[in-house]
């Protein structure tokens, strides 16, 4: 399909092309959507598997951790780069390529059982990171005002559908098919999704023309994988371990010298100067705690459901039951991620980002109160899920608000690793508390349901701390912006959440 023609500059050329869209360009926002989903799918789907690798490739179950850490790895550091390529040579192209490396990962990982192949294709499928980050670009630049914030709200809310999806489908499949076969369906999938993205998606004709930062991307890669990859393999190498502390030190200096390079380059691949604005820097952040204060719920309820009812509080449930458990969740946030740009249209989106923060606390509260009873442990996880789908849906409006239009995909790549972050450093920290609360259990070591607790507790006060950073982002004055006059010559409205914001 040819690129719908670029607009005339101002807010009302963006109407006026959203509302003349038609033909494929009319199933974008599905079909976006559906790479979204794909996306958090891909990253869940090998979890159900992880016990039965080692013995299924033959290799230990450190060298299967790799399945996990590599896309983590990967994701991180494609997001920000394919971010910044596709505000250079387009959003659309580089989302068919973000998605056509998902695809071609999977198909690897279908045609072979050998770890070290099943590992490099993990890694492709992280470029998939970029998918979510680079479609809400693309909803900004496409969409009238009044449609952005609910198709950037809906966007959101894909990756928790996704994550809840993947896990019982894979356990599925797993149970009763080949394993090889999961992967087999993951690549059909994927291959729909990029026919329908190159059919249905017009090419922004929004650009950030220059001259791609190699050194910067090159600088920004070593300096995450020495500092993701420290925390990743902390709890298995030891802390304390040369090793870790070697890897901690390596990232730090790699990417001092990286931001001494950024605030340099004519063009660098993330605009420090931008990012350290408070409107900017504290959404980011917020992203980061976010991050880790869900994460604790996807980590802890399968293993908590699957305990056997030996310790006293698991109920012994299938992998296909645990990942049930989180069903509930993934429909809540579909449901909920209009509410969420309806709040933010109201009140602003920081007002939602705290409100999404203060839900997810109250979630782990739950938790807390009771994690014996199945119904209530369900409860807990939507609840927290529900909190997840206010502050995801709320912080790419805050950060498309808070930048110009030819830096919102690496702007909002930069947003989606510091969420990654801070999922690696909550994995890092409940590994750590699960391990040091055991008992056990027909002679195995098993975490103690107060080592659940604590983790619940740890991931509820980061959430309330996520909170107070929200609240803490400046309002946006846009009452003071200048519109551009349309083709009636009228000044152009401010979107619902920037009046309110302004206000």
Known sequence: ????????????????????????????????????????V???????????????????????????????????????VLGRAGDMYGKRRVLVLALGLMTVGSVLCALSSDIRVLIAARALQGAAAAVVPLSISILRDELPPERTGSAVAFMSST???????????????????????????????????????????????VRAPG???????????????GLLLAVSEGGQWGWTSPGIAGLFAAGALI???????????????????????????????TALLVGFGFYANSLVTAQLVQAPKATGYGLGLSIVGSGLCLLPGGVTMLLFSPLSARISAARGARVTLALGAAVLALG???????????????VGATVVATGTTLAYSALPTLILRAVPPGQTASANGVNVLMRTIGQATCSAAVTAILVHHTSLVAGAPVPTLHGYLLAFAMAGTVALVAGAAALAIPRDHATGRTG????????????????????
């Open 364 to 378: 782990y509260a739950v938790r807390i109160a009771d994690s014996r009873q199945l119904w209530m442990i369900i």
């Open 159 to 205: 990756v928790g559908i996704g994550a809840a999806l993947g896990l019982p489908l894979a356990a599925l499949v797993i149970q009763y098919v080949d394993w090889h076969a999961m992967f087999w369906v993951t690549s059909a999938l994927g291959a729909t999704g990029v026919a329908l993205t190159w059919w249905a998606v017009p090419e922004s004709p």
């Open 255 to 285: 990417l001092a010298l990286w931001c001494r390079q950024q605030l340099r380059a004519e063009q660098p691949l993330v605009d420090l100067r931008l990012a350290i604005r408070p409107r900017v820097a504290l959404p980011h952040l």
């Open 211 to 225: 001259r791609f930062d190699v050194l910067g991307a090159l600088g920004l890669a070593a300096g995450l994988t």
């Open 484 to 503: 551009r006059a349309g083709r009636s010559g009228r000044r152009a409205a401010p979107a619902p959440d920037e009046a309110m914001e302004g206000a």
């Open 1 to 40: 399909m040819p690129p719908i023609p670029a607009p005339p500059d101002g807010p009302d050329a963006r109407t006026d092309q959203g509302e003349r869209a038609t033909g494929p360009a009319r199933f974008a926002v599905p079909v976006l959507a559906f790479g979204g989903i794909l996306m958090a």
């Open 42 to 80: 891909m990253q869940t789907v090998v979890v159900p598997l992880l016990p039965d690798l080692p013995r299924l490739t033959d290799s230990s179950a450190g060298t299967v951790s790799w399945t996990v850490t590599a896309t983590l790895l990967a994701g991180a550091v494609l997001t920000p």
